[in-house]
């Protein structure tokens, strides 16, 4: 029998070296809450971990996509109870730096992601600080609410990008976070929205998620065919929701007179664009960034039942099929992947295993 102070977690140890084995776990501290994950979605960044291209402290518990159930609670913590269904906001912040002293907490010189330099959610029981954990609706199926984070990054990139309703959208990339993109442009307004993506899936996505057209970048004309959605003036907003040099450079090509372009997608940090700055001077073009989700998270927990995210195909995989779920990420089989720690049916929101009650 294994340790009654231990759980199976998945864990990155470095470059190439993902594990699923048994790490400790502890009682809740003062404001502190023990929570048993339900679903965890399979970001491009536990890719990029697993790869060697995104820093992290190894060795880590993977996951920052997280929905859960509260099994138990620490001293000094009344706004949760056991049972409650939460989302995490997964960042920890010094709270000292000029940036924090400002309010971008967002930008701390020294902030910490769980599954990233902190501990993450791939596992059975994660205890964190109550203050990052949302209360959802009871009947919020746990794959929906772990959509909360990734929600919360593109609400952030929306405020960024500040688009007017009425006025066409071109979105870079239909994966994931591309779709969100897609349902938050069609909440807000936004017409026609316009999605380019090689994937013929992904396209499908777009269109299920509220796109006008989805057009494949590797078909000759396609730059011509979007530009027709717009009378041939051009975007005046455009998003790299994919994180490309290439992409950026066609998006300002692809930018209207006064265009705002968000890069929104993660590039690789070496990567370099080719942009001449008299484009960005005689077009009068803005060009913003958006990192993760400053004060973000309550809005994406409001906005989670309205924009139909349950069209999205999702994949579920045990803690002990790590590797098949990150493979799955990539390949095109489903939407979006999610690790269930406790299975696909409490992953779903059906019968809640007895095991939850201690994340164990």
């Known amino acids: 029998m294994p340790p009654a102070d231990t759980v199976l977690a998945v864990r ?6 993902v594990r699923t084995e048994r790490v400790p776990t502890r009682p809740p ?5 023990a929570v048993a994950p339900l679903a965890v979605g399979v970001c491009g960044t536990d890719s990029h971990i697993v790869g060697g291209s995104f820093p992290a402290a190894y060795p880590v518990v993977l996951g920052h996509e997280v929905c859960g159930r509260v099994t138990e609670v620490g001293p000094d913590v009344d706004r949760l109870t056991p049972g409650d269904l939460v989302t995490v906001e997964p960042h920890d912040y010094c709270t000292t730096c000029v940036y ?3 309010g971008q907490e967002h930008l ?3 902030k910490r992601g769980y599954g990233v330099r902190l501990d993450g959610g791939m596992t059975g029981r994660m205890v964190l600080p109550a203050r990052i954990a949302y209360r959802l609706p009871p009947d919020t199926p746990p794959w929906i609410g772990a959509l909360t984070e990734p929600l919360a990054c593109c609400v952030h990139g929306m405020d960024q990008l500040d688009p007017r309703s009425g006025l066409p959208v071109l979105i870079y990339g239909a994966g994931p976070a591309g779709a969100m993109m897609v349902a938050l442009a069609r909440s807000r307004g936004l ?17 299920r998620m509220g796109a006008d057209a989805a057009l494949d970048p590797g078909e000759p004309g396609s730059a011509e065919a979007a530009r027709a959605h ?7 907003y455009v998003v790299d929701a994919v994180g490309s040099a290439r992409i950026l450079e066609s998006a300002v090509e692809m930018a209207s007179r006064g265009g705002r372009i968000l890069v929104f997608g993660v590039a690789r940090p070496q990567d370099e664009a080719r942009i001449r700055p008299n484009e960005i001077f005689a077009r009068e073009l803005t060009i913003v960034g958006a990192v993760i989700n400053p004060y973000t998270h309550h809005r994406a927990v409001g906005l989670l039942p309205t924009l139909g995210l349950d069209r999205l195909r ?3 995989y045990g803690v002990d099929e790590v590797t098949r779920a990150l493979r799955a990420q990539g390949g095109g089989e489903a939407d979006k992947v999610f690790i ?11 019968v809640r295993p007895a095991r939850v009650a201690t994340g164990r």
């Open 230 to 236: 717009t009378d041939g003036l051009g975007f005046p």
């Open 191 to 207: 017409a026609p929205i316009v999605v380019m993506d090689p994937r013929p899936d992904r396209r499908d996505l777009a269109l």
């Open 29 to 33: 501290g003062p404001g502190e809450v």
């Open 314 to 316: 999702p994949a579920f």
């Open 340 to 350: 269930a720690p406790y299975g696909e049916e409490a992953a779903r929101g059906g």
């Open 12 to 17: 990155c140890h470095g470059p190439g070296d």
């Open 100 to 102: 924090c002293r400002l």
């Open 108 to 110: 701390c010189d020294h």
